[in-house]
């Protein structure tokens, strides 16, 4: 489904120094499958997530969906196809959110892309996500896990293949997190899922990729193995340190916390 080959991207800053953000990225994933996406803040996730969306281009490398190379000549041709079957939700839903009604918001890509019956599609999946009530309200004006809700329904009422996931849990109570985890556990959809929660992690999908502080991949594989590989974890930082005491002795030693 999705097939990537010595992807990197950089940019330029104001004084023109050159800012790498990904390096030499590689991987494949199947139609179906559900994979975690982990490193630190500025490890280039959110970058990866939009070069997949095609919302930036890599300064090298290819990428492949569906065993088309998705480029600018590509996207040109097939622009309309490639934003139904491929959805970004990214990691502030403020940002992705800008029609005057809850309603609106859904029914928004359903008449973009030409689907009938939208009156029943936007009703529908308002129940699916327990917001029946909130359809007249303006999306702005919902607290940050009702604004995820809304996303979420806009992006999956038009049936995408693949959803790209930037923190899909960050603006939502336990309950909804919870909520959530059963409901993508559900869909029969290809998904790339970045969180920070990598306790949740294993909740979310079986496969991690982690991209390291270096902006290259340090790790793809089963998620609970990571979990038990320490070193992997200290050399991405996603292991904490800081102080503690057992039976009154203090100390430090690394931790991976809970966050559910």
Not at 42 to 53: A, E, Q, R, Y
Request: proline letters at 3%.
């Amino acid at each position: 489904m999705i097939e990537c080959k010595n992807l990197s991207y950089n940019y330029q800053d104001f004084q023109l120094n050159t800012i790498e953000v990904l390096k030499d990225i590689s991987f494949k994933i199947d139609k179906g499958e559900k994979v975690l996406l982990l490193g630190i803040n500025g490890s280039g996730k959110s970058t990866l997530l939009k070069l997949l969306n095609g919302l930036l281009y890599a300064k090298s490398g290819e990428y492949y969906f569906k065993n088309e190379l998705v480029n600018k000549k590509y996207l040109k041709a097939n622009s309309k196809d490639f934003r139904k079957s491929v959805s970004l939700q990214m990691q502030d839903p403020s940002s992705m959110l800008f029609n005057p009604t809850v309603y609106d918001e859904i029914a928004f890509g359903l008449k973009h892309f030409g689907f009938e019956s939208v009156d029943e599609r936007v009703y529908h999946y308002a129940k699916v996500f327990e917001i029946e009530n909130i359809l007249k309200s303006s999306p702005l004006s919902l607290s940050g896990g009702q604004k995820q809700k809304v996303l979420l329904a806009s992006l999956l009422c038009v049936e995408p293949e693949v959803l790209l996931l930037d923190e899909p849990t960050a603006h939502l109570d336990p309950p909804t997190t919870g909520w959530l985890v059963e409901f993508l556990d559900s869909l029969d959809v290809t998904a790339l899922i970045s969180t920070h929660n990598i306790s949740l992690g294993k909740e979310l999908a079986g496969r991690a990729i982690v991209i390291g502080i270096n902006h290259e991949i340090v790790y793809d594989g089963e998620v609970q193995a990571l979990l038990e590989d320490m070193p992997t974890l200290i050399k991405a930082q996603l292991v904490h340190k800081h102080k503690h005491a057992h039976e009154g002795v203090e100390h430090k030693h690394y931790h991976l916390h809970s966050w559910t």
